[in-house]
Every structure is written in structure tokens, then in C-alpha cells.
């Protein structure tokens, strides 16, 4: 017997995509899941600084959310009148010895890191990574008597040095993984042609590692700039001091000039936001070259 198979129902032709229309992946977020978050980090980034502009540039005693009129006066009394000429001057001082001795000790050993092998390289850069765990202030008491004994105490050689212990092992770890992403083999073509280590390493490899030395150079700037701790410690005559205790002066037991402060404030920032405005696109590169290998 035979039967008669009913034919199947056709199924409706699937709607054509609209033109235009990008379908999504399961795993792309919304732009506004991503701008909105964003958004509201920025401005909790930037009220606290229009804050210390508004209080930098309106007059003393105005209540005024708008700095208008607007007043220099409180620039010119803690650049004359509270010694910040003499601060800015000595951090520039501190920052740039930190950051050339800081660069060239960093240079050699992360190039000792990354090109030769000894017994203890592990144990010496397990021992770099645990300095990083140590607090500069647990170190100020056999520090202070160090310079002491040497009499550096009330010099500025004295926070060049102990800014530049501290950014050594950062800067070493860094440096070294930069210079394994030079090849080998570039070295021992200049050694091929003639050169001895030190000048293929000059003409070879050092122009490479201009990222990763900018990055270095920065980051130990800045945080000789911004230190405010071994300033304090090992500074005792006010016109050798540097900016960040000059910015704790402005701060009485009694008042605090919030002029005064704001501007001094802005005066330690701004040259840090105009390194980092040039700098950008190196400092990226450099720490994320130096730190991928290691």
C-alpha cells in the first residue's frame, strides 16, 4: 500500500538585513556601557582640579564658583614671598641628577640582566622584586646615619642619591626586558665588522632603547619631583628644599592659606603635566616593552 506523503511546509524565507545595520557580537558591550563610566571618572578627575583653579585665580575672600575677576596674587606671593622660586630650582636640580644617574645605572645593569648569565641572576632579581615591597620610611633612620657619617646630610646629593637607590630596581627589571627585545644577532653583526661590545652596544643597540630610556627617565623624574619624604628628612636649611616641602609650609597649625596653596599646587603640577603632554606616546611603549619579557 502505498501512501502518500504530504510534502513538507516551506519555511518562510528569513527577512534580509537591513542595510546599514552591523549585527553585534555575544561579546560587544555598548559604547554607552563603555562612555558613560568613563564619563563620570572624568569628572571626578577634573572637579578636584577646577577646584584648585578656581581657588588659584579668584581673589581672597571671594565665595564666587567662577574665577572672575581674575588675580595672580597668589602666584606672585608664594613665588616671592614663600621662597618657590628657590624650591622650583631645586627640584629641577633633584629631578634631572636623579634621572640621568638613575637612567645610566639602570642602562648598564639591565643590560648585564638581559645579555649575561651568572650563578645568582635569579636570586639577584628575586632580591630586585622584593625591594619593592620595602617602604622608603622603614629605611630613613640607617639612611639619615649613613649621609650623616659621609656628611651629606643638608645637601641635595644626599636625596639624588637615596631617590636613585630607590628607583634602581624598577628601572633595572624595565630596562633589561627592553633590551631583550633587541636581537642578539644585531650585536654580533657589529662585532663582525669590527666593533668591540661597548660601541656596538652605541651604535647598535642604544638608539633602540629610546622608548624604554624615556620611560625610565620620566618615571624617575617625576617621582623625585613629587617625593616629599627624604626632601624632609635630609634637608634641613629651607634654601635647600624642593617643592613638595614647600608645599607643606603653607599649611599652619592654626590656617591655611587655601590661595596660597592652590597656587602652589598648580606650580608643582604643571611642569609634570607638560613632560607627560610630550612624552606620551614613549612612556607607553617603553613600559609595555620593558615589562611583556623580563
Not at 563620570?40 to 575672600?61: E, K, N
Not at 650563578?119 to 620595602?134: G, Y
Not at 666593533?195 to 623624574?221: E, H, K, Q, W, Y
Not at 603635566?273 to 606616546?281: D, L, N, P, R, S
Request: hydrophobic residues 55%; contains cysteine; glycine residues 8%.
Amino acid at each position: 500500500m502505498i501512501t502518500e506523503v504530504a510534502p513538507a511546509p516551506e519555511r518562510p524565507a528569513s527577512a534580509p538585513a537591513r542595510p546599514g545595520r552591523r549585527r553585534r557580537a555575544w561579546d560587544e558591550v555598548p559604547r554607552r556601557h563603555i562612555y558613560l563610566p568613563l564619563a563620570v571618572y572624568l569628572l571626578f578627575t577634573l572637579v578636584p582640579f577646577y577646584w584648585i583653579v578656581l581657588f588659584a585665580l579668584r581673589p581672597a575672600g571671594s565665595t564666587s564658583l567662577v574665577p572672575w575677576p581674575m588675580t595672580f596674587d597668589h602666584f606672585e606671593k608664594v613665588w616671592n614671598e614663600r621662597a618657590f622660586g628657590t624650591y622650583f630650582q631645586n627640584s629641577v636640580l633633584v629631578g634631572l641628577a636623579t634621572l640621568v644617574t638613575t637612567t645610566l645605572v639602570a642602562l648598564a645593569g639591565g643590560y648585564a640582566l638581559a645579555r649575561f648569565d651568572f650563578r645568582i641572576k635569579k636570586a639577584f632579581m628575586l632580591a630586585l622584586l622584593c625591594t619593592q615591597f620595602v617602604p622608603g620610611a622603614l629605611l630613613l633612620v640607617p639612611l639619615f646615619e649613613i649621609f650623616a657619617d659621609l656628611r651629606m646630610i643638608n645637601s641635595l646629593g644626599s636625596v639624588v642619591l637615596a631617590e636613585t637607590v630607590f628607583q634602581l630596581p624598577l628601572s633595572m627589571i624595565l630596562i633589561g626586558g627592553f633590551i631583550r627585545n633587541v636581537p642578539y644577532s644585531l650585536e654580533e653583526a657589529a662585532w663582525v665588522d669590527g666593533c668591540d661590545r661597548f660601541t656596538a652596544f652605541r651604535i647598535v643597540v642604544l638608539p633602540l632603547l629610546r622608548p624604554g630610556l624615556i620611560a625610565v627617565g620620566s618615571f624617575a623624574f617625576v617621582h623625585a619631583w613629587n617625593h616629599f619624604l627624604f626632601a624632609l628628612m635630609f634637608l634641613s636649611d629651607q634654601g635647600k628644599q624642593t617643592i613638595p616641602v614647600g608645599l607643606n609650609t603653607l599649611m599652619n597649625a592654626d590656617s591655611v592659606d587655601l590661595g596660597a596653596l592652590a597656587a602652589g599646587g598648580i606650580v608643582a603640577a604643571v611642569p609634570v603635566v607638560i613632560v607627560f603632554a610630550f612624552i606620551q606616546k614613549w612612556l607607553i611603549t617603553g613600559f609595555s616593552a620593558g615589562a611583556v619579557k623580563g
